[in-house]
């Protein structure tokens, strides 16, 4: 299957379990894949015939200025589900990254995978 990619998405958020951490925001790093036909667009050189990356990439920005969550397991399902669904997108694999949350780590996170390809 096709997929559509998102790289190396920097948003900030409210993430963290600590107390230290309700009260700042940080920065979480996505990448993202999503399973897409890409056949009737190129075939067009049509953008309604796909998944949109700038849009999808807008939709993630505003997800995390409004999430406030614990753990970046919470922050990955939620934001997936609600991709999915807004965008019809059957699969897709997130890779989620926390940079700093670990000493001597470049970063820490989660990656899922959700729907059928
Ligand atoms: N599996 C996880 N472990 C930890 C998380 C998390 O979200 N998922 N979060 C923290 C703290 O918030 C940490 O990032 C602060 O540095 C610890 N472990």
Request: hydrophobic share 45%; proline share 3%.
């Amino acid at each position: 299957m096709d997929r559509v990619l998102i790289e190396g998405l920097s948003v900030e958020t409210v993430i963290g379990v600590y107390d230290w951490e309700r009260s700042i925001r940080q920065r979480l790093v996505l990448d993202l894949e999503m399973a897409s036909d890409i056949r009737p667009a190129a075939a067009g050189d049509d953008l309604d015939k796909t998944l949109n990356y700038a849009a999808i990439s807008e939709r993630i920005g505003e997800f995390a200025e409004a999430s406030d969550f614990g753990l970046v397991e919470t922050f990955a399902e939620r934001l997936a589900a609600l991709l999915r669904e807004e965008f019809a997108i059957p699969w897709l694999r997130m890779t989620l990254r926390k940079p700093g949350a670990v000493a001597n780590a470049t970063a820490v996170g989660v990656c899922i995978e959700r729907g059928q390809r």
